[in-house]
């Protein structure tokens, strides 16, 4: 068994080729001969029987299926016929050769159009040598239009995963400078204040029976390098997240930095725009910094799963809250719980606040992400 697995990896195997194959070709031999004939011709199983290999190679195939068309003749079956045209599809959805499978996809139309041409066997409302041109020519545009839309689709995916890398790339590196700065800040601020406290404490020590006045005015000092020294942890761990990550102490991007965004995410493929409804106000820093970060995380997914389809992404200005809404008109979509960690940080910002997110497939298609974020709440 393993070894069947392997030799269908490297043949390039799936299921679907199989059932395909074995399906066609029983239909082929159940049907019988052609319309035009009494004779069965095994010559038919060409035309089906090699689609178990179509992926690893597609123009051998159509090839092998013009050659059963050609020794078949008249007894050529609708089954037949069908396996020559996902032969067809197949030469136009193999990336590897499209030139080679272009002419190749002539050439058999063009074989077979002179056997129509004869008249000895259509009744289509053409011409007898258009129709192998209009089948297997159709046929053929339609698998390169797939494999178009997929190289698009998977162009764009890896333009979404390359803007996260260098997302996160980015998050990292202002992280590492920010250990730099605290650990400047704790060896500046924090080890002088401790070693005040030392020295002075020692001081204290040394005169606390002779001369307990000096004493007291050691322990003073030492009281108030203390205070500095908490006030200054204070500030220090206040940067730091409840998960142990560094936060940034510049201040993060909000929603001014909207269009920035909306424009790094059009390069890479995803056509968006950007819409304010409402008096816009001065919003609140956790909130300005929350919407900001939603939106971000919601046209990532969009540029992912969307498939290039239009997005939209709608700030809606009230008196005591912020909605947003980003909508996609995408068909390429995992499920709502398929954006995993996305979501889940989207849901815990607006949890801060109070406030409420939704998401999830649209009636109409596409998906839809809407987060209240009310200014009044506190965490």
Known sequence: MSQLAGLARRLEIGWIDVL???????????????????????????????????????????????GGFSIAGVATNLAALAGGLIAAVSVGLDE?????????????????????????????????????????GSAFLAGRAIASRQQLANQQRER?????????????????????????????????????????????????????????????????????AM???????????????????????GIDGLDSLVARVREAGLPVALRVEGQPRPLPPGVDVAAYRIIQEALTNALKYAGGAPAA??????????????????????????????????????????GAIEAGRREGGGYAVHAHLPFDKKP
Not at 97 to 125: C, K, Q
């Open 160 to 228: 979404a995963n390359q803007l996260e890398r260098e997302h996160e790339a980015a998050i990292k590196a202002a992280a590492d400078a920010e250990r730099r700065h605290i650990a400047r800040e704790l060896h500046d601020v924090i080890a002088h204040s401790v070693g005040v406290m030392v020295v002075q404490a020692g001081a204290a020590r040394h005169v606390l029976t002779d001369k307990p006045e000096a004493a007291r005015e050691s322990l003073l000092a030492v009281e108030t390098s203390g205070h500095e």
């Open 231 to 253: 006030a200054e942890l204070r500030r220090l761990l206040g940067v730091l997240n409840d998960n142990g990550e560094l936060a940034p102490l510049s201040p993060p991007s």
């Open 313 to 354: 992404a709608v700030l809606r200005f009230s008196a005591d809250a912020i909605d947003i809404d980003v909508l996609d008109e995408g068909t390429v979509h995992t499920p709502a719980q398929g954006i995993g960690r996305g979501l889940t940080g989207m849901r815990e910002r607006v949890a801060l606040f109070g």
């Open 96 to 136: 590897r050769h499209p030139v080679l499978g272009a002419i190749a996809a002539v050439g058999a139309a063009a074989a077979i159009a002179l056997e129509f041409g004869r008249g000895s066997y259509t009744s289509l409302p053409i011409p007898a040598y258009l129709a192998p041109f209009l089948m297997i």
């Open 20 to 66: 395909i194959a074995v399906g066609l070709s029983a239909l082929a031999v159940a049907e019988g001969s052609g319309s035009d004939s009494h004779d069965f011709s095994p010559a038919v199983i060409l035309c089906t029987a090699p689609l178990i290999i179509r992926r690893r190679w597609p123009i051998p195939v159509l090839l092998i299926a013009l």
